[in-house]
């Protein structure tokens, strides 16, 4: 025990190791939130319109781990020799335990025989001999000189080996993150498909953190301890076998607790992760759609959801808890009773021997200590050890999955100089019997014999309903994939034979959800081919009737888009892609939807540039709205994945086939009024299909003005909170604190206790007579073996109350932080602050990092407070001299370790920065890797990653020198200290008669004192970091939402009519306070009427919803219904009037009966009522036809339907309220024609008796309305009925014209 003191008790902080790991591990688990973006395989999963069980992904455990030695194949020669070098200096490092064991036995032997002569003269009535004063001096001044030697080889061999280990470790684990990006993104789509990218945030941070950890300087201190282990049992044995063996019975007891304690413990730290896990789904589910949940009051469910995860976790906890404070008992009790079985029969041996001749004798005191120390030192070691073990094999685990994507090859490598590149490209593509299923649904064909031959500079289209393949030939053209049968050809050559980066720097592509990445709008198109100019970059914007709108931007092309252009709305977004596929001057153009996103006015002239852009180039154009590809010079009909009609318009209508239906089905009644009126055969005018309004449009400018693109909101600033105010929210806990209060407090004083026994159990080894010798040691033995039970008893109490108490305390904190949540306004979810993935973190991070501030270490402050001062009392009562010398030091190795901590909390800081950094740059390559790999930017990407690394490496390498000295000075300074204080002890003991006996009671009494402070120290930066995250819990929790209820509101029973009115209504959103979106909007919707509100993007359509919803209070003017304002109602009675279904619903992953239930929260819908509106909502045929029917799980965000799907049983959630007023925001905008003729009859059903307010792009889906309202520049400009509109021949005629042509 001592030894451990003096040489290892000063990096404390390890004894905690395995804790520290799991809640480190825990605040992490959630702070990944998935990528933004559907997940890969959600395409393929709905594309026939069919629900199939999609292929999942890889699991981790499939993947076996690396052997150790294979953590450091990335690492060089010169680098293993350093390793070399650092094992040998790890070995010398270890090796100082057994020999400062020996040291200080031989003192004790040196001590106790001195003591023996003194008692021998003081009998006889004579001075001490000066041959035994002599003797006594020269044992301490031979310790205080030896100790210093091995305190110096100690620091210096510390010093090289944490060095060596760091520095190699730092550098490897900076190829491996290099490698592993680059063979990331080298990999094949189909690859993607088969993971979760949403996952390789994850991967990029934890995994390879983990890997880091098993390879730096754990390494070297586990080497330490193994040379502690061997070094400490050889040493006994040679020094005493017989007692070494007695002392070995506690060693495979210790062992054994130890193991079972981490495989128990640690199988419940995976389950209350995964369960951590499941909660940290549902906060991420419910938070990134909360204008649902709040739209259909939802919070309190959601609140019951998400507490149900958290107790099944916190239940792990508590047993956990138990089995870590019942191992750490076991531990502490073997410990305390082997000292005392060691004294017993030690005593016994050294009495043996002094019958002993002089040369036969074995055992003395000095032999007796330096066996049982030795012994007891080697178990201590083994036990700090295997928290190590723990992360090597975690090291290895994340090393599998890391090493296996860096050792893939991909079939499909962007970055490979394989392959041919042809000298000129005509442009001539074709495909010959191509067969193709997706990887991630084997066996459900989606070409079948594809034969299709595109000529150089022909515009081709491609047609057919949702699933028949059109995208899928888009993403073959592009090699993202292989075909399992038949070929792709490039101007005659297959394109697998092909140079896959030149291949895709011939093609330029433009996608219906454009990705656009975050950097300014300039760097966004200069993506597109790396040399160009700005001149080009402008022509290019130009082209794309970009120009003017950034143009108008304070910052210009320089303008920030955000992440994934989340500042610009989606027609704005939508041109810039267009730019960037234009700058490229591709040989062959690929649009898929490539103007879906565009208001009418912006789709004409972005439709004018593509057909301008197309000539001379092979253009391929999937488009589900007919009227865009008419004049395209082929149009190909696919069906069930091979062609069945190709040819002109005029052929293809002649035919009257499958085009000549999918056009009929899109013709408007408006158009066909007009066509019978017009004179002469006129072809027929066809409607718009697709229009998906970016979520962002709302946010965003119209087009007409310049748009303030606001700089990032600052955080705001959060009130400090104190450890009482932490410990307050833990008052229902109070039995179990207070008994882990009074536990902690036994608990620290065993340790002064037991130095005053030590010391006395010293002196009984110099007295004269065996019989007393004998009694006393029995007496002492006893007093042991009580010690290691109150010690047991009290560190169990200690661990299990405070431990218990803090999970309740953050499970308390998580809830009451996600309830504060969903408590808060609309606007406050729109700060970027406070986005999705930020606020998951905090529920995770910030609860983990206040545990680490409350619970058992606590119990480890109250602990440590407690042992100092009986220490301190102990050392003043028995030798104040010595005491006060040993005090003086007591701020140096505490200071030492303070430090060392502290540095180590700065590091990871500071690196964790510049890691962010670098995981951005990483996850939004990943996340959008389609729109990477067509661009062929995964070297420009890998190339940023690597910028981003490098401050963190530089900085890493400069500390790993500093580090290495700090822990050094930290882990050898004990032992000087103890030396001086032993030599001025051994002074007293001659000049002034002090009892030796004294000397080890003070010096030891102290080291404990010193040793608790220590480790409590190490806690410190847990404390801070603990109580900053407690803040800004407390202050989300005491954060009044900017929206409440009227305090006199009482509508519980009130049932709106349906009469809704706008009065001179203004309106900017909060996150944009300079952009005034609604400027005196008036408007009057009788109850049953139908209104359509139609314009350009951004002119304040979904804004009117947002504020009859109250998801904002108008700046001024009133949103009222029946008269009332919106305003001066209880939300919840006003919301339960309003029924709304947005262009992209959001469905949880719940059973579809759940979700469509989901539409009234206030009451437990039947399922007579489920049924009813799903057949009102046109969905209750497929879900019976279902393998579960209704309660068939609908996955993450609804994934395992399709759009069609999704929006009806989202229409059928609107009606289970039986809403009063029906808001439709683009309801049926994203679908195809076939599945738009379904929904739209669902909601002409769904419309009988109401009041609907619809918002539509898409002008044939409104004609129909009672009245039509065009709102611009934030007023009403024109109202009236569709003819009354068009005979105006004003804004709406205008539009309606557009989208005829």
């Known amino acids: 025990m001592p030894a451990s003191i003096r040489t290892y008790g000063f990096h404390s902080s390890q004894a905690s190791l395995a804790e520290e790991n799991n809640e480190e591990v825990r605040g992490k688990i959630l702070r990944m939130v998935s990528v933004e973006g559907k997940p890969p395989g959600s395409k393929s999963a709905s594309i026939d319109g069919t629900f199939i069980q999609p292929v999942l992904p890889q699991t981790e455990e499939s993947i076996p781990p690396v052997s150790f030695f294979q953590l450091f194949r990335f690492s060089t020669a010169w680098e293993r020799w350093l390793l070399a070098l650092g094992v040998v200096a790890a070995v010398g490092a270890g090796v100082g335990m057994p020999l400062s064991n020996m040291l200080f036995g031989d003192l004790t032997g040196v001590m106790v025989d001195f003591g023996s002569a003194?008692?021998?003269?003081?009998?006889?009535?004579?001075?001490?001999?000066?041959?035994?004063?002599?003797?006594?001096?020269?044992?301490?001044?031979?310790?205080?000189?030896?100790?210093?030697?091995?305190?110096?080889?100690?620091?210096?061999?510390?010093?090289?080996?944490i060095f060596t280990f760091n520095y190699v470790g730092y550098r490897q684990i900076h190829r491996i993150r290099d490698l592993y990006l680059k063979s990331a993104l080298q990999q094949d789509i189909g690859w993607y498909d088969t993971q979760q990218t949403g996952e390789f945030a994850s991967r990029m941070s934890e995994d390879l953190t983990k890997l880091e950890d098993g390879i730096g300087e754990k390494v070297a201190m586990f080497v330490m301890y193994q040379v502690n282990v061997i070094g400490g049992v050889l040493m006994a044995l040679v020094r005493g076998w017989e007692l070494a063996l007695v002392c070995l019975v506690s060693f495979p007891l210790i062992?054994?607790?130890?193991?079972?304690?981490?495989?128990?413990?640690?199988?419940?730290?995976?389950?209350?992760?995964?369960?951590?896990?499941?909660?940290?789904?549902?906060?991420?589910?419910?938070?990134?759609g909360i204008r649902t949940v709040i739209a259909f009051g939802g919070q309190d469910k959601e609140d019951q959801r998400y507490n149900k995860k958290l107790e099944a976790a916190m239940k792990f906890s508590v047993k956990r808890n138990m089995i870590n404070g019942f191992g750490n008992a076991a531990q502490w009790f073997c410990a305390f009773a082997s000292y005392g079985l060691a004294f017993w029969y030690g005593v016994g041996l050294i009495l043996r021997d002094r019958d002993y001749p002089e040369s036969e004798r074995q055992y003395d005191a000095a032999t007796m200590l330096t066996v049982f120390l030795c012994v007891l030192m080697a178990s201590w070691m083994l036990g700090m050890a295997s928290p190590f073990i723990e992360a090597f094999s975690i090291a290895r685990g994340a090393a599998a999955k890391v090493y296996s994507v860096i050792d893939r090859e991909s079939p499909i490598n962007s970055m490979s100089e394989e392959g041919e590149r042809l000298e000129g490209v005509k442009g001539d593509v074709v495909f010959k019997d191509v067969h193709f299923e997706y990887p991630t649904r084997k066996g459900v064909k989606i070409l079948r014999g594809l034969n299709l031959r595109m000529k150089s500079g022909e515009t081709v289209a491609l047609v057919?309903?949702?699933?028949?393949?059109?995208?899928?030939?888009?993403?073959?053209?592009?090699?993202?994939?292989?075909?399992?049968?038949?070929?792709?050809?490039?101007?005659?050559?297959?394109?697998?034979?092909?140079?896959?980066?030149?291949?895709?720097?011939?093609?330029?592509?433009?996608?219906?959800?454009?990705?656009?990445?975050?950097?300014?709008?300039?760097?966004?198109?200069?993506?597109?081919?790396?040399?160009?100019?700005?001149?080009?970059?402008?022509?290019?914007?130009?082209?794309?009737?970009?120009?003017?709108?950034?143009?108008?931007?304070?910052?210009?092309?320089?303008?920030?888009?955000?992440?994934?252009g989340a500042q610009l709305s989606g027609g704005q977004k939508q041109r810039i892609a267009i730019a960037r596929a234009l700058v490229r001057r591709?040989?062959?153009?690929?649009?898929?939807?490539?103007?879906?996103?565009?208001?009418?006015?912006?789709?004409?002239?972005?439709?004018?540039?593509?057909d301008k852009a197309s000539v001379g180039r092979t253009t391929i154009i999937v488009a589900h709205r007919l009227s865009t590809v008419r004049n395209a010079d082929r149009i190909v009909v696919l069906s069930a994945g091979s062609v069945v009609e190709q040819g002109s318009h005029d052929e293809l209508m002649e035919l009257k086939g499958h085009y000549h239906a999918l056009v009929t089905a899109q013709l408007s009644t408006a158009v066909k009024e007009a066509e019978e009126k017009a004179a002469g055969g006129e072809r027929p005018e066809l409607e718009r299909m697709v229009s998906v309004r970016s979520e962002a449009s709302s946010m965003a400018g119209s087009e007409g003005g310049p748009v303030k693109v606001q700089p990032e909101a600052p955080e705001e600033k959060v009130p400090d909170v104190g450890l009482t105010t932490v410990v307050r929210l833990n008052a229902p806990e109070w039995h179990l604190l207070v008994t882990g209060t009074v536990a902690a407090l036994i608990a620290g004083a065993v340790f002064p206790?037991?130095?005053?026994?030590?010391?006395?159990?010293?002196?009984?080894?110099?007295?004269?007579?065996?019989?007393?010798?004998?009694?006393?040691?029995?007496?002492?033995?006893?007093?042991?073996?009580?010690i290691a039970i109150l010690a047991s008893t009290g560190y169990f109490l200690q661990i299990y109350t405070y431990g218990?108490?803090?999970?309740?305390?953050?499970?308390?904190?998580?809830?009451?932080?996600?309830?504060?949540?969903?408590?808060?306004?609309?606007?406050w979810f729109d700060d970027k602050n406070n986005s999705t993935g930020a606020l998951c973190a905090r529920l995770s991070g910030d609860a983990a990092s206040v545990q680490a501030a409350t619970g058992q270490r606590i119990g480890a402050v109250v602990q440590a407070l407690c042992t100092l001062a009986l220490s301190v009392i102990a050392c003043l009562f028995f030798e104040w001299r010595l005491g006060l010398v040993a005090i003086a030091f007591i701020p140096v190795m505490v200071l030492a370790q303070y430090f060392d901590d502290r540095m180590v909390l700065k590091e990871a800081k500071r690196k964790q920065k510049s890691m962010e950094k670098a995981t951005i740059v990483a996850v939004e390559a990943v996340g959008s890797i389609r729109t990477v790999a067509g661009l062929c930017r995964e070297l420009q990407f890998h190339a940023k990653y690597m910028l981003e690394l490098e401050p963190a490496i530089r900085l890493a390498k400069r500390n790993t020198y500093v580090r290495a000295a700090v822990f050094s000075l930290a882990r050898s300074l004990g032992t000087f200290v103890y030396a001086i204080c032993i030599y001025y002890g051994g002074f007293l003991v001659v000049s002034d008669g002090v009892p030796y006996q004294d000397v080890f009671k003070v010096t030891e009494a102290l080291f404990f004192g010193t040793y608790m402070v220590a480790t409590a120290l190490s806690f410190a930066p847990n404390f801070r970091k603990g109580l900053n995250a407690a803040?800004?819990?407390?202050?989300?929790?005491?954060?009044?939402?900017?929206?409440?209820?009227?305090?006199?509101?009482?509508?519980?029973?009130?049932?709106?009519?349906?009469?809704?009115?706008?009065?001179?209504?203004?309106?900017?959103?909060?996150?944009?306070?300079?952009?005034?979106?609604?400027?005196?909007?008036?408007?009057?919707?009788?109850?049953g009427q139908t209104v359509a509100l139609v314009g350009p993007s951004g002119c304040g359509k979904s804004t009117c919803i947002q504020l009859l919803e109250r998801f904002y209070d108008a700046a001024s003017g009133t949103v009222a219904l029946d008269e009332r304002d919106v305003s001066q109602v209880k939300m919840s009675s006003l919301r339960s009037q309003l029924g709304l279904v947005q262009q992209e619903p959001v469905l949880f992953d719940r059973t579809i009966a759940e979700n469509?239930?989901?539409?009234?929260?206030?009451?437990?819908?039947?399922?007579?009522?489920?049924?009813?509106?799903?057949?009102?909502?046109?969905?209750?045929?497929?879900?019976?036809?279902?393998?579960?029917?209704?309660?068939?799980?609908?996955?993450?965000?609804?994934?395992?339907?399709?759009?069609?799907?999704?929006?009806?049983?989202?229409?059928?959630?609107?009606?289970?309220?039986?809403?009063?007023?029906?808001?439709?925001?683009?309801?049926?905008?994203?679908?195809?024609?076939?599945?738009?003729?379904?929904?739209?009859?669902?909601?002409?059903?769904?419309?009988?008796?109401?009041?609907?307010?619809?918002?539509?792009?898409?002008?044939?889906?409104?004609?129909?309305?009672?009245?039509?309202?065009?709102?611009?520049?934030?007023?009403?400009?024109?109202?009236?009925?569709?003819?009354?509109?068009?005979?105006?021949?004003?804004?709406?005629?205008?539009?309606?014209?557009?989208?005829?042509?």
Request: with cysteine.
């Open 118 to 161: 003194l008692a021998n003269a003081t009998a006889a009535g004579d001075q001490v001999p000066d041959v035994a004063v002599r003797v006594f001096l020269h044992g301490v001044r031979q310790f205080l000189i030896y100790s210093a030697i091995l305190g110096a080889a100690t620091f210096l061999f510390t010093y090289v080996c």
């Open 255 to 288: 062992i054994a607790s130890i193991v079972t304690t981490e495989v128990i413990s640690s199988r419940l730290v995976r389950k209350e992760l995964h369960a951590y896990g499941k909660a940290g789904g549902i906060a991420e589910e419910v938070l990134s």
């Open 464 to 564: 057919g309903s949702s699933g028949c393949g059109k995208s899928t030939c888009i993403q073959l053209i592009q090699r993202f994939y292989d075909p399992l049968r038949g070929a792709v050809e490039l101007d005659g050559h297959d394109i697998r034979n092909l140079n896959v980066g030149w291949l895709r720097s011939q093609i330029g592509v433009v996608g219906q959800e454009p990705v656009l990445f975050q950097t300014t709008i300039a760097e966004n198109i200069r993506y597109g081919r790396d040399t160009c100019t700005m001149e080009d970059i402008e022509e290019a914007a130009k082209m794309a009737n970009a120009h003017d709108f950034i143009s108008k931007l304070p910052l210009g092309y320089d303008t920030m888009v955000g992440q994934r």
């Open 586 to 610: 591709p040989k062959i153009l690929l649009l898929d939807e490539a103007t879906s996103a565009l208001d009418t006015s912006s789709e004409a002239k972005v439709q004018a540039a593509l």
């Open 753 to 786: 206790v037991f130095a005053i026994f030590f010391g006395d159990v010293l002196g009984v080894l110099s007295l004269p007579d065996p019989e007393d010798v004998r009694s006393q040691a029995n007496w002492y033995s006893v007093l042991f073996f009580v």
């Open 804 to 827: 218990v108490a803090g999970e309740r305390l953050t499970t308390r904190l998580r809830r009451l932080a996600f309830s504060a949540m969903l408590r808060q306004e609309v606007a």
């Open 1031 to 1087: 803040s800004k819990i407390f202050y989300l929790l005491n954060r009044q939402p900017k929206l409440v209820d009227p305090t006199n509101a009482s509508d519980k029973e009130w049932t709106a009519a349906g009469d809704v009115s706008y009065s001179d209504v203004e309106f900017w959103y909060p996150t944009r306070p300079g952009l005034t979106i609604l400027k005196g909007l008036d408007l009057e919707v009788c109850k």
């Open 1156 to 1301: 469509i239930a989901y539409g009234d929260n206030d009451r437990d819908v039947s399922m007579d009522e489920i049924i009813e509106v799903a057949k009102k909502a046109n969905i209750h045929k497929f879900i019976t036809a279902l393998p579960q029917g209704y309660e068939t799980r609908m996955g993450e965000k609804g994934a395992q339907l399709s759009g069609g799907q999704k929006q009806r049983v989202a229409i059928a959630r609107a009606l289970v309220r039986n809403p009063r007023v029906l808001l439709l925001d683009e309801a049926t905008s994203a679908l195809d024609t076939e599945s738009e003729k379904i929904v739209q009859e669902a909601l002409d059903k769904a419309k009988e008796g109401r009041t609907c307010i619809t918002i539509a792009h898409r002008l044939s889906t409104i004609q129909d309305a009672d009245v039509i309202c065009v709102i611009n520049h934030g007023k009403i400009a024109e109202i009236g009925k569709h003819a009354e509109l068009l005979a105006k021949r004003g804004i709406y005629y205008k539009l309606h014209s557009l989208q005829s042509t």
